[in-house]
């Protein structure tokens, strides 16, 4: 199952960022195949259990994340919901470790091209980049 839901989560996470690549959103569509996928998973895993597990694991990153969403600090609403569905298929603790080092990338990059410009870069970022390329980054590394 372990290997189900990483290939799920994937292919979710890239296609997220082709959306954002294209139009700076990520389409509900999308999201509710990931939670489609999440259900599935989880009642596979735990019987009718895995609802409540579903349901736990796709609510902590919305209530955990929603206030930078309300100070407009960086995170879109797809970006949330991404995370929300990403936890719901692979689990918490790699949800974690993708939002630790998405940031950390992130933080990398627009220092980079900062001192690259020699101004601070403002704007909308395509997040889901980082977080992709976090999550790549996070299962080379195990």
């Not at 895995?50 to 960086?74: D, E, H, Q, T, V």
């Not at 929300?84 to 980079?112: E, F, H, N, R, Y």
Request: glycine share 8%; proline share 1%.
């Amino acid at each position: 199952m372990r290997k189900t839901s990483l290939f799920l989560i994937w292919t979710i996470l890239t296609t997220a960022s082709i959306f954002d690549a294209k139009s700076y959103r990520i389409p509900n569509q999308l999201i509710i195949l990931g939670y489609g996928a999440g259900i599935c998973l989880n009642l596979e895993a735990y019987g009718m259990m895995g609802i409540a597990y579903f349901i736990l694991k796709a609510a902590w990153p919305i209530f955990a994340l929603s206030l930078l969403y309300i100070l407009g600090k960086g995170l879109g609403a797809g970006d949330i919901k991404l995370f929300s569905v990403m936890s719901s298929v692979v689990g918490s603790q790699l949800t974690v470790d993708v939002m630790v080092t998405s940031v950390i990338i992130a933080g990398c990059v627009i220092l980079v091209l900062s001192l690259y410009r020699k101004q601070l870069i403002k704007g909308k970022l395509h997040y889901s980049f980082y977080m992709t390329a976090a999550f790549f980054l996070l299962q080379f590394k195990s």
